[in-house]
């Protein structure tokens, strides 16, 4: 029996609500980090882990979260994600140290692997697959370009004002609301008998904090530290046990049958890039505004708005482009227009304007993200069968926050490569060029990828189709 369409409307808004919490957080400590920097003693290279502490659990739980909610009840994990979330986010607000901080973001990133899959599942098993979930898509990321706004530019005007903390105490009455909303409005999905793949989610987790710790590491030691090498090769073990262990797992919580599928599989990787070189843009940016440019943390959040307008329009109008132009074709121009906005960006130096070096090429990159997002995510979940929506959904949030923190730790590698006896505001710009093209590489990388596995089989369909019916 169909669900009444008041009720759709009221766990569209629960859903988009909790992710809201979840990007705003995000975006909120990415304008937030030189005072964090400052007040809680990171060093440059340290500071990259209070993005990834929370990245990496976030990513690393996604599949057992999105696994619990199919077994438990998505309603459950939905309520107990959004509490976890919320607790560590006062945590976070009254750290005290450096280690409290990282500690804290990893425990926020548990709460969002349990949070994040269940909001996407809940969507997916809500809206039926067409244009009703084409559109229910667009507004789940829409309001994630509208988060990122509002939290860039409240996290610099709370930082610069008041204190950072004060963004991540907003999450308690929104995160209060949410659960008690989702309590009255919400009805328990089907539980189903199975046990949880901890195994998988423990190799996964620690083989890719592994990873990204070799990589962040080597920016301080270099490549050929004993500790980097072990890292990495250890990174390289844990991620094989977790294939194996997936291949041969009754009950995997990444079924390997969901790369059978070139279009899912295409999207995984693109997304995975994407999302490293986007998280580059923002890290790298933040910093470049304020320590090369000297704009004031307030200043810096209001700098991004001609990126985050711009992907709120555009996403807006995703459903009618999808219509006319096609889901491949409509995401590989929106990588395009974020590529060429990237790499006009990583030209930007410390005697070069905003208007021409900074916000013109954001406006490309908004354009391209608004365009990109919606797109990655249908691809993502297409043709998934519904007992596998909730590690459909998990697989790609992994690959959101993989890409995130991978890409983070990939590009602080890079910046720190070639620097010499370079310092201040120079050395600064230099990290910034140099991370920025290697993120435009992604985005290059991505599209490729984008154009062969998902653009040109559909090409492909097509035209066997016409043929058939000719």
């Known amino acids: 029996m169909s669900t009444p369409a008041p009720h759709k409307t009221a766990i569209l808004a629960i859903i988009l609500v909790s992710y809201v919490m979840i990007v705003l957080d995000t975006s909120i400590v990415l304008t937030g980090l030189p005072k964090i ?44 994600g959004l509490a976890l979330f919320t607790l560590a986010s006062l945590a976070i607000g009254a750290a005290q140290s450096a280690a409290w901080m990282i500690s804290a973001r990893a425990i926020q990133g548990l709460g969002a692997a349990i949070l994040a899959p269940s909001t996407l599942a809940l969507l997916q098993t809500t809206f039926a697959e067409g244009s009703e979930r084409t559109r229910a898509v667009s507004y789940y990321s829409a309001v994630a370009g509208v988060a990122a706004s509002v939290g860039l530019v409240l996290g610099g005007v709370l930082a610069d004002w008041i204190s950072w903390r004060v963004g991540f105490f907003i999450n308690l009455p929104i995160g209060i609301a949410m659960i008690i909303a989702a309590r009255r409005t919400i009805v328990e999905t089907e539980q189903r008998a199975g046990q949880l793949d901890i195994v998988g989610a423990l190799t996964s987790t620690v083989g890719m904090t592994a990873l990204v710790y070799g990589f962040i590491r080597s920016a301080d ?64 940016t933040t910093q470049y505004l304020q320590g090369v440019l000297n704009y004031r943390a307030s200043l810096t959040g209001m700098a991004f708005l001609p990126m985050t307008m711009v992907n709120f329009a555009v996403a807006m109008v995703v459903p009618q482009l999808t219509r006319r132009f096609g889901n491949g074709r409509l995401l590989a121009c929106g990588l395009t227009l974020c590529l060429a906005g990237m790499v006009w960006l990583s030209r930007a130096s410390f005697d070069t304007s905003y208007l021409t070096s900074v916000a013109l090429p954001m406006v490309l990159i908004g354009a391209g993200q608004g365009m990109a997002l919606s797109p990655l995510t249908t691809s993502g979940i297409a043709g998934v069968a519904p007992q596998d929506a909730g590690a459909a959904s998990g697989v790609v949030n992994v690959a959101h926050q993989l890409g995130n923190s991978l890409g983070l730790g990939v590009l602080v590698a890079v910046a720190a490569v070639g620097a010499g006896a370079l310092d201040g505001r120079e050395l600064l710009a230099y990290r910034v060029g140099t991370a920025l093209t290697a993120g435009s590489a992604m985005l290059a990388f991505a599209l490729l990828i984008v154009c062969a596995l998902i653009v040109r089989p559909r090409k492909s369909a097509q035209a066997v189709a016409s043929g058939a019916n000719a």
């Open 37 to 80: 920097h400052q007040s809680l003693g990171f060093t440059d290279a340290g500071l990259a882990w209070v993005q990834s502490a929370y990245t990496l659990t976030f990513g690393g739980f996604l599949l057992l979260g999105a696994r619990a909610g199919d077994i438990l009840g998505r309603r459950l994990m939905l309520i107990v």
């Open 221 to 284: 030691t270099g490549w050929a530290n004993a500790g980097t090498i072990a890292s990495l090769a250890g990174a390289v073990l844990l991620l094989g046990v977790f294939v194996v262990n997936e291949w041969n797992a009754k009950q995997p919580i990444m079924p390997l049958r969901l790369f059978a599928s070139r279009e899912r599989a295409g999207a995984y990787a693109a997304r995975i890039l994407f999302l490293g070189a986007m998280i580059g843009f923002f890290f790298f």
